[in-house]
């Protein structure tokens, strides 16, 4: 058998060879700076978009009602 092929699994450790919880760590070092972006980047559901949607489309129908009755 050649551990080149095969490596240990030794878990990930930090610059002074303590063990670290990865998942643990990132799940812990949330950046609020990035909060805010991941929101916008994030899509919403699309069920929440098409109502957004069809409320836009109502209004613009009304609008278009006015402006051919001269209101």
């Known amino acids: 058998m050649n551990n080149d092929e095969n490596p240990p699994k ?4 930090d610059t002074s060879g303590k063990p670290v ?3 643990e760590r990132d799940l812990e070092d949330r950046d609020d700076d990035t909060e805010a972006v991941d929101k916008v980047i994030t899509p919403s559901s699309t069920r929440v ?3 957004d949607a069809e409320t836009l489309q109502r209004k613009i ?3 278009e009602r006015k402006v051919a009755d001269g209101n």
């Open 10 to 13: 030794a878990p990930p450790t």
């Open 21 to 23: 919880n990865v998942v």
């Open 49 to 51: 978009k098409e109502q």
């Open 61 to 63: 129908d009304e609008i």
